[in-house]
Every structure is written in C-alpha cells, then in structure tokens.
C-alpha cells in the first residue's frame, strides 16, 4: 500500500524526544500531540488521530512489529478492561494537575525551578544540561521539565509492554486514547439523541 505522508510521524517521536535531550523547551511541542487528539474528537468525534496521526503509536508498530522487540505475546485481559483504563486515566490527570500545580508554585515564586525530570513518577533524574538559567521566565521551564517527564513516562511505560505483549499494548489502555474514546462515544450518544428528539417530532 502507497505511504502517506502520516505514516512517518513515528519519526516525530524520535525527534521530539531528541529534541528535550538537548533543549527542553522543547518539550512544550508535545502539546501538539495533546491538544490535537482532543480537537478532533471533540470537532469532528472521530479517532482520526489514533488511526493515523500518532507518531507514538506508529513508533511502538515500527519497533515492535517491523523491527521484531516484541513478544507479541497477548496482554492480560484486565489492561483493556474499561475500570482500568478508567482508573489509570484518572491516576494520569492527577498527575497532570500535579504537574500543573508544581508550574503554579514556581510562578508564584512559593518554589524555585528544579532542572530535573521525574521518571515514572518516582525516580528524579538530573537534566540540568537542557537549559541555561534565565532563558524563559521560570514557569515557562518548569512546565517543560514536567511534561516531558510525563511524555518520556508514558512512552517508557509504552515500550516495556510492548516488548512483553503486544506492540500496541500500550494503546489498550493509553489516557490519551481513552479520553478520546469516551468523548466519541458520548458525541455519538448526543447527536443518536438529537436524532430520536427530532424523529419524534416529525
Ligand atoms: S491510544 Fe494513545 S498511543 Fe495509541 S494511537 Fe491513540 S493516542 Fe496514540
């Protein structure tokens, strides 16, 4: 099948991570690969970007399939289980507004910027070398440090179960993919009920 120019965005993710290697800053571009999957379920109530648009999913295809690091050994069953999926999109945003609050206590001047990244959510890794003091206004940094963290946290996360099961395990149960599922599902119950309402009245 002819390649579209969406199915290197694998390569995206290769780069963004490289990228916050060498500037953090940088980091601020996975906000793309935020708010984008939420525009288009919330827009047009598809999953578009899941299907073709993300470069973290195409990565786990491309090193788990095409490049053979995966068992591709089957997933136990509760990791697609709607409770978990629920649970651990709960357990993420918490550590999103986390995140969001540790930016709020240094732009308040109630905490200094710390040149760290924080790894599974636990392990603080020194990452002083991405950034030279006094670049951006201080919030503008901390942000940086903590969502890459929670990007390179997830893609982690995303390739250990990858290598132990399938290659897109992660996706089973990936917050971003489960945020934009249950937006679908509940513009799909909407617009079923505009049409029952309006069957009704004609
Ligand atoms: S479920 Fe998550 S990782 Fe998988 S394609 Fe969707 S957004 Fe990407």
Same mark, same amino acid.
């Given at each position: 099948?002819? =390649? ?12 963004? +991570? ?82 969001? +609050? ?15 990244? =924080?790894?599974?959510?636990?392990? =603080?890794?020194? +990452? ?20 890459? &963290?929670?990007?390179?946290? !997830? ?10 099961? =399938? ?20 513009? &799909?119950? !909407? ?12």
């Amino acid at each position: 099948m002819k =390649k579209r120019w969406y199915d290197y965005l694998w390569i995206w993710s290769i780069v963004y +991570f490289s990228l916050g290697f060498f500037n953090i800053l940088f980091a601020w571009l996975g906000m793309i690969d935020f708010l984008l999957p939420l525009g288009i379920s919330i827009f047009l109530g598809n999953k578009k970007f899941c299907n073709s648009f993300c470069g973290r999913g195409q990565l786990f295809s491309k090193l788990g399939t095409d490049c053979k690091c995966s068992l591709n050994v089957s997933a136990p069953k509760w990791l697609s289980k709607r409770w978990f999926r629920l649970s651990f999109l709960a357990f993420f945003l918490t550590m999103f507004g986390n995140m969001i +609050f540790q930016t709020y206590l240094v732009a308040s001047g109630a905490q200094s910027l710390r040149e760290a990244i =924080k790894l599974f959510w636990t392990f =603080k890794v020194p +990452f002083g070398w991405t950034y030279a003091q006094g670049t951006v206004i201080d919030w503008v940094a901390q942000f940086s440090f903590g969502f890459y &963290s929670l990007m390179l946290t !997830s893609t982690l996360i995303g390739l250990i179960v990858m290598i132990f099961y =399938k290659p897109r395990t992660w996706c089973t149960f990936c917050p971003m993919g489960t945020m934009t599922q249950e937006i679908c599902k509940l513009k &799909s119950a !909407s617009s079923k009920e505009v049409e029952n309402t309006m069957s009704n009245e004609f």
